[in-house]
């Protein structure tokens, strides 16, 4: 191949491979390519159509590891089209994405930050990981009572005994056949 074969990557090519650094709310500073940033429709509407390549981002609600594995998942998804959130005609209920063999994985290695996760994918606007997330943790949910729940995810039961027992007479009016 001759020089002047040699393919050259344009000036958008090289802006967009281009590192910006990005500061996490544990001061975590951690280089990210902007085309790989774009995935975020906050940062791609932030970054502009000529981003300086010398820009900070500050994240302060995104801590270093939950950015890296955004990171992750946007550089797995660039130029990805956005999921489609499908009804099914007879039941109405959400139809379950489904999910590559990366995406379980992706899943699987982050178990223990899928609620910072998806803070982070909604902050971000990044619906790919929103939505994802957000069925993996329905999955997680499902078939569980309150209790179970608030343990699963660290919340603390602030209702009384007597505000509980009025939700379940409550609900009991609205569902008389439960």
Excluded at 85 to 91: A, F, G, L, N, Q
Aim: with cysteine.
């Amino acid at each position: 191949m001759y020089y002047d074969e040699v393919p050259c990557a344009s000036t958008e090519d090289q802006l967009e491979a281009t590192q910006v650094r990005c500061v996490t709310s544990d001061k975590q500073e951690i280089p990210v390519e902007i085309g790989v940033l774009r995935v975020s429709k906050l940062l791609n509407e932030a970054l502009g159509d000529s981003p300086n390549p010398k820009t900070t981002i500050p994240l302060p609600n995104i801590n270093a590891q939950t950015f890296q594995a955004v990171v992750e998942w946007c550089k797995n998804h660039k130029g990805a089209p956005e999921p489609k959130v499908e009804t099914d005609p007879i039941t109405r209920e959400r139809k379950w994405f489904k999910m590559t063999d990366w995406e379980d994985d992706f899943f699987n290695r982050y178990t223990s930050i899928r609620w910072d996760l998806a803070m982070a994918a909604n902050y971000l606007n990044i619906s790919s990981l929103y939505y994802y997330t957000c069925q993996k943790l329905a999955e997680l949910m499902k078939g569980k009572n309150p209790d179970e729940i608030r343990d699963m995810f660290g919340i603390e039961d602030d209702l009384t005994e007597e505000e509980k027992q009025e939700i379940r007479r409550s609900n009991q009016l609205r569902n008389p056949q439960q």
